[in-house]
């Protein structure tokens, strides 16, 4: 069904000690969009339920992505939230938030499920782990050396946010990634703010430990 997964890239994973927060200017047009579509979907519009995936797949995938650190899984989990909006899109009500807070809700709900259905057979590679094959790719011969510092630093940065504990993870997904306002987050994590802005905190400060180890630039 979602189709566009397979060519998706997620979003670059900025700094751990800062990123950009400010909130789209477009962000009330968006909503008004969004609410449109989503009442299309419910007279039945396929054409509305496609553009309602195109647009809001980038989202769902990147999120899958960052939280899992995997292609092939980040685009099954992509497959089965849109499955979950399909079958409970009807439950979206415009006067309690936005339809990307909804929407990240559910997409938060299914990783935690899927998080728990696979945390005895999981086996998530550590940093450590990693810096040999990194090494090793150091001394390929003809290299472009900015490309390759910037392609192991990500590869770094989403090993180091892989090892954040899921509440932690989620948090800084949403905040410094997908870039969700704080009582946005709330809404999504159903916390107060102020566990949101504790555990933000929190996972940046893990995040820049990890990545001092390996004496990633902040």
């Known amino acids: ?69 995997r292609d092939t899984e980040a685009q099954d989990l992509t497959q089965e939230v849109f499955l979950r909006v399909f079958r409970s899109v009807g439950s979206f009500r415009a006067g309690e938030g936005s ?41 390929i011969e003809g290299r472009t050396d900015a490309m390759l510092a910037g392609r192991e630093a990500g590869e770094l940065l989403q090993g180091a946010l892989a090892r954040l504990s899921p509440e932690l993870r989620e948090t800084v997904i949403l905040r410094d990634i997908e870039e969700l306002e704080y009582r946005e987050i709330a809404q999504v994590l159903n916390v107060p703010e102020g566990t949101v802005k504790s555990r933000l905190n929190r996972g940046r400060a893990e995040l820049a430990r990890i990545l001092r180890r390996h004496k990633v630039a902040l």
């Open 1 to 69: 069904m979602v189709t566009a997964t397979q060519t998706l890239q997620p979003a670059p994973l900025a700094s751990a000690t800062g990123w950009n927060s400010g909130w789209s200017r477009t962000a009330v047009t968006e909503r008004d969009a969004d609410f449109e579509l989503v009442q299309r979907c419910l007279s039945g519009d396929e054409h509305a339920w496609e553009d309602l995936v195109k647009i809001h797949t980038r989202r769902v995938y990147g999120i899958c992505y960052r939280f899992t650190g």
């Open 99 to 139: 339809f990307t807070v909804w929407l990240s809700r559910v997409t938060r709900n299914l990783l935690i499920d899927h998080y728990r259905r696979t945390r005895m057979d999981r086996a998530t590679d550590s940093i450590e782990d990693q810096l040999p094959m990194l090494e090793q790719r150091g001394a």
